[in-house]
C-alpha cells in the first residue's frame, strides 16, 4: 500500500506531497514505477534509442532541481505499463517549501516514455501557488523546449541539452512581465477565451467561452492578460465548470488530468497568450506613431 494520498485530476492520479516536499525515489518506484525501466519496451526497432528517465532525474538534482510532482498514464494494455508514459515537475531546491501564497516560481516539466507513446521533451514552466497550477512555456517564447526523438544518434546529448535549459529558464519571467502589462477590455478578454474553447478535448458538454473569464478568487478578477490567462487556464484544467449537456442537463466539466491533453492545452494557452503580446505591442507602436505624424502636421 503506498504510503502518500495522490489527488485526481479528471481520471488521472497526480502525486504532489501535501507540503509541496520534494518526492523521494521509494515514492517514485511506488507511484509511477516506469521510471525507473532499464530499457524500451520489447519488440520496438533496433533504431530506438532508450533515454533513461533516472539518469536525468539524477543529472536534474545535481544542479539544484527536486521533483514536485509526477504522472503516469494508465495503459489497459499491462505489458505496456512498466514503460508507458510519464510526467515529472521540477522546482529549484531552494524554493521548495518557502514558497508563499502567491508566489510564481520557475519549473522544468519532463515528458517521456518507453513504449514510444513519445519522445523525450523537456519543458519550461511556471508554477503559481494561489491556484496551484503549473503553466507551461510554449515553443519561441524566450526558452525553447527540448525535443528528442528515441534514435540511438539523437539521444546522446541528451542531458547536456537538458541543463542549457535550466540555464535560460529565468527568461519566462519577461514574458510575465509582458503579460502583467497587457491590458484587455472585457471584449479582447472574451475574444481570448473564445479561442481557448477550441484548445479544449471534444466532449459532449458546450462550455461557454464567458465561463472560462469567472475568477475563482478575488485576486484574479483583474483584466491584465496575465490574470486572464491564467483564471482561463484554470478553469480548463481544473474543471468544475458548470455548462450544459446536449441533451439540456446542467452538469459539471472535468479537469484535464490525461498527460497528453494537459500538455497540449497549456501549450497552445501560452502560444494564444504570446501572440496577444505581440499585438498589443505592434497595435501600441501604431498609435505612437500616429501620434508623432499628427503631432509634425500641426508643427
Known amino acids: 500500500m503506498a504510503s502518500f494520498d495522490a489527488i485526481k485530476i ?12 520534494p518526492i523521494s525515489d521509494r515514492q517514485l518506484k511506488e507511484f509511477a514505477p516506469t521510471i525507473f525501466a532499464k530499457g524500451g519496451m520489447p519488440g520496438v526497432s533496433e533504431k530506438y534509442g532508450f533515454v533513461n528517465t533516472k ?55 519532463m515528458l517521456n516514455s518507453h513504449d514510444r507513446s513519445s519522445g523525450f521533451h523537456l519543458y519550461a514552466a511556471m508554477y ?7 503553466m507551461i512555456v510554449s515553443d519561441g517564447a524566450e526558452v525553447t523546449p527540448i525535443k528528442v526523438h528515441h534514435t ?43 479561442q481557448a474553447v477550441t ?9 461557454a467561452p464567458e465561463t472560462l473569464l469567472v475568477p475563482r478568487r478575488k485576486e484574479d478578477d483583474k483584466f491584465d492578460l496575465w490574470h486572464v490567462f491564467n ?23 472535468r479537469g484535464i488530468g490525461r498527460i497528453e491533453r494537459d500538455v497540449e492545452v497549456n501549450t497552445k494557452l501560452w502560444s494564444l497568450a504570446v501572440q496577444t503580446i505581440a499585438k498589443a505591442q505592434a ?5 505612437t506613431a500616429k501620434k508623432t505624424a499628427d503631432a509634425d502636421d500641426i508643427i
Do not use: W
Not at 232 to 252: F, K, P, S, Y
Not at 283 to 287: C, L, R
Open 55 to 109: 539518469t536525468v532525474i539524477d543529472a536534474m538534482r545535481d544542479t539544484g532541481f527536486d521533483i514536485v510532482e509526477v504522472r503516469q498514464s494508465q495503459r489497459r494494455d499491462l505489458e505496456r505499463m512498466p514503460f508507458t508514459k510519464h510526467m515529472l515537475k521540477f522546482r529549484p531546491t531552494g524554493l521548495i517549501g518557502k514558497v508563499k501564497r502567491g508566489d510564481v516560481v520557475p519549473q522544468v516539466m
Open 283 to 287: 497595435s501600441s507602436k501604431k498609435a
Open 199 to 207: 484548445f479544449r478535448p471534444p466532449r459532449a458538454a458546450i462550455l
Open 152 to 194: 540511438i544518434r539523437m539521444v546522446e546529448n541528451v542531458v547536456d541539452r537538458s541543463l542549457e535549459l535550466i540555464k535560460c529558464i529565468d527568461g519566462v519571467y519577461r514574458l510575465r512581465g509582458d503579460m502583467l502589462k497587457t491590458e484587455l477590455t472585457p471584449k479582447t478578454a472574451l475574444a481570448f477565451a473564445k
Open 128 to 134: 503559481r501557488l494561489i491556484c496551484d497550477n503549473g
Open 231 to 253: 483564471r482561463i487556464q484554470e478553469n480548463m484544467l481544473r474543471g468544475g465548470n458548470e455548462t450544459t449537456a446536449e441533451d439540456g442537463r446542467v452538469v459539471m466539466t
Open 10 to 21: 479528471g481520471n488521472t492520479q497526480v502525486l504532489r506531497n501535501p507540503q509541496l516536499d
